[in-house]
Every structure is written in structure tokens, then in C-alpha cells.
């Protein structure tokens, strides 16, 4: 595998379920990111790791929770969601400060 | 706080037209990284061009050009002979950095484009 891949690609979800998102990145670096998109929104930063190390939470609901066991590996763990919380989430890793982002497809996430 | 402005929604044009899509983007930062990417009905969101604040040479890359004015804050992007493959929605962004390391990426909006035989 190259690049930035993410699993799944789709999940559909009730509001009383826990599931985890994972990425990977197979590109050897150091920061790895997570973000939502929703529909006529911008694309909203909501964690961001450096070596595993959380550096930014971007006041994201509890609801969310990240994990970053290594700097390839990134998990999105989520529980009672909303159905507003239905997006596209994607992840995307970068070598570091200032550099680009390199995505990964991203996985479709509906809420009922 | 940063802040990218993509004033064109949707750009519909026909097939080997040439197209500017523009970006304005704010910062109080002296140094700073601008990006294009481009997120093709599959979703995945591609990496085009990254500028660096200090350098404002005009880039061409194929039938891509970038033009970057600071005087402005602008960072346009022109599509030459356009084809019906160009088709998606073309973000711009702006870099800030975080302390501890990586870095923030603030988006625009996005403009869809559509190029039509």
C-alpha cells in the first residue's frame, strides 16, 4: 500500500454505537491529522498528532476520541453520536511543520 | 485568525477554456505556506502546489499556472486548455504553524468546477 489509507470507507452508525475509524500512512512521516467535512462547510480541523504527541485539539466534542499508538497509525474512536455529526472524515499525515498534507480518501460516516 | 476567501462558488466551462479560479487569504503572519488541493468526486482531497510567502515567482506546472501576489493576498490558479478530467471541487489554504508541531490548515470554501464537451 502507498500513500494514506483509511478504513473504512463507509459506516453507518445509530447514535448509541462505538466505532473506530482508522488511518494509516505509509509515506514516513511525523504529524498525522484528522478532519471533517460536512456539506457547505469548510474543511474543519479537529486533531492533529507529532510523533504521537497531541498537539492540537480543536475543540472538539468528547464524543471523539483520537488515539495515535505510533506515527503511522492513526484511530478516530467514536460514541453516541449525533446525526449532525454525519461527514466525510479524512485524514491526512505531513512531514512536518509547513509542509504539505497528503490525504487519505476518507471514510463516509452517516449517523441514524 | 487566518482566514481563506473563495469568492467563485461554481465555474462551469466548456472544454479547452482557459480558467483563473482566485483565492484571498488573511494573516498576520510574516512567514506563511499557501496550498491548492484538488478533491475530485471520489473525495479525496489531492495535493496540487505549495508556496512559500517569500517567494512570489509565478509557477507553471503543465496546464497548470499559480499566481502569487502578496501586495494583494492573492494566490490564484489558472487552468490553460481546460479538460472535462479537471472537473472537481479546488480548495485553497493557508499554513499556520502549531506549536509542538504540525501544522493547522485553514481552507476556503472551495470552487466547484465543471468543464462540459
Redesign the interface.
Given at each position: 500500500e502507498t500513500g494514506v489509507t483509511q478504513t473504512p470507507r463507509h459506516l453507518v452508525m445509530g447514535m448509541t454505537n462505538k466505532k473506530s475509524l482508522k488511518c494509516e500512512q505509509h509515506l514516513g512521516h511525523n504529524a498525522m491529522y484528522w478532519y471533517k467535512q460536512s456539506a457547505k462547510k469548510p474543511l474543519e480541523l479537529m486533531f492533529v498528532y507529532n510523533f504521537k504527541e497531541q498537539t492540537e485539539n480543536n475543540s472538539v466534542p468528547s464524543r471523539f476520541s483520537p488515539e495515535c499508538p505510533n506515527s503511522s497509525h492513526l484511530f478516530l474512536h467514536l460514541h453516541t453520536l449525533q446525526p449532525e455529526d454525519s461527514a466525510l472524515y479524512l485524514c491526512a499525515s505531513s512531514e512536518g511543520t509547513d509542509y504539505e498534507q497528503y490525504f487519505g480518501p476518507g471514510t463516509r460516516l452517516t449517523v441514524t | 485568525a487566518q482566514k481563506v476567501t473563495q469568492a467563485q462558488t461554481e465555474i462551469s466551462v466548456v472544454e479547452k477554456e482557459d480558467v483563473t479560479l482566485d483565492c484571498v487569504y488573511e494573516t498576520r503572519d510574516t512567514t506563511y505556506?499557501l496550498?491548492w488541493?484538488k478533491q475530485p468526486p471520489?473525495?479525496?482531497?489531492?495535493?496540487l502546489i505549495?508556496r512559500n510567502s517569500f517567494d512570489e515567482q509565478n509557477e507553471i506546472s503543465g496546464r497548470y499556472s499559480w499566481n502569487f501576489q502578496k501586495s494583494t493576498s492573492s494566490f490564484n490558479f489558472t487552468i490553460t486548455a481546460s479538460q472535462v478530467v479537471d472537473s472537481a471541487v479546488y480548495?485553497c489554504a493557508l499554513?499556520e504553524?502549531?506549536?509542538?508541531?504540525?501544522?493547522?490548515?485553514?481552507?476556503?470554501?472551495?470552487t466547484q468546477l465543471k468543464v462540459e464537451l
Open positions: - | 505556506y496550498f488541493y471520489s473525495g479525496e482531497l489531492v495535493f505549495r480548495f499554513s504553524a502549531i506549536t509542538g508541531g504540525g501544522n493547522k490548515l485553514t481552507f476556503g470554501t472551495g
